[in-house]
């Protein structure tokens, strides 16, 4: 009895950990005062002035396009690389599998200057594109190592029986082996989009003139005071994923009933 609740508090010691700063975040949103120390009184005049602040409004649609198209392009990317790697073997695949980990072991300072002297060397000019560039090279490898998880639990001769029935290798592969991975693929695309969404190290070594995100905002506010309407922003923003999380928790439960139902048919 003891240990049960030890273990419950322990739990809950570790959420409010977490989730604290989060919950503080949201509370001085609405706080009347610039003060993070003070509470003065309600207000949703930081709301207002989100919408009225242009440089934290074209900071949040370059942190939305880009992470936009870096997590589809990735995951595109890496879902097919992931298939290709799959299908190799012996000494070959540890050599492709090893260098896919190195991107994500390295420090992020070390891949962003190695990007920024690679764009220097191709003469490219800084802003967008690299910036874009940039973040699909390090989302990648989290889509490879999300995907295989998935090609390795596949039955691999299902796409050799659907071409022995006559199906084509795009088509197999269309209609037999993505399905199967779909899940990995998912993940993948969702942890480019919120590592590309998160980043800073990489943005700020290889943006260009008048292209910004977020991050880069908000460490360039750090040196004279935050604004509030960074408080109203991650309020919203935390708000809007933990609604798309209820309903995709939600849709995956309903989808997990149904087969349950068909299997005990």
């Known amino acids: 009895m003891v240990g049960k609740i030890l273990k419950r508090l322990y739990i809950i010691l570790m959420f409010l950990f977490l989730y604290a700063p989060i919950i503080v975040l949201i509370i001085f949103s609405f706080n009347e005062s610039k003060s993070r120390g003070t509470w003065s009184g309600f207000t949703l005049k930081w709301y207002i002035e989100l919408f009225r602040d242009a440089e934290v409004l074209k900071a949040l649609y370059y942190t939305v396009i880009i992470a936009l198209s870096a997590s589809i392009i990735s995951t595109i990317i890496g ?8 299908d190799m073997c012996g000494i070959n695949k540890k050599i ?6 190195l991107p994500v072991i390295n420090p992020d300072i070390v891949t962003a200057v190695s990007l920024m002297t690679l764009f220097r060397f191709l003469r490219l000019e800084f802003g967008f594109v690299t910036m874009l560039l940039s973040h699909i090279t390090f989302c990648i490898p989290y889509v490879i190592l999300s995907v295989l998880p998935k090609l390795q639990q596949m039955n691999k001769h299902l796409a050799e029986a659907a071409m022995d029935l006559g199906a084509t290798p795009m088509y197999a592969m269309k209609k037999v082996v993505i399905p199967e991975i779909i899940p990995g693929i998912i993940t993948g695309a ?10 800073f190290v990489i943005s700020f070594f290889n943006k260009g003139a008048g292209i910004t995100n977020l991050s880069i905002t908000i460490f360039s506010m750090a040196r004279r005071g935050i604004n509030p309407v960074i408080n109203a922003l991650s309020t919203l923003m935390f708000t809007g994923l933990l609604i798309l999380l209820l309903v995709i928790n939600k849709r995956s439960t309903k989808n997990l009933n149904k087969e349950v139902k068909l299997y005990e048919k």
């Open 79 to 86: 879902t097919f690389a992931a298939i290709g790697i799959y």
């Open 190 to 199: 969702l942890m480019a989009f919120t590592l590309s969404i998160d980043d």
């Open 96 to 101: 492709v599998l090893n260098l896919n980990y």
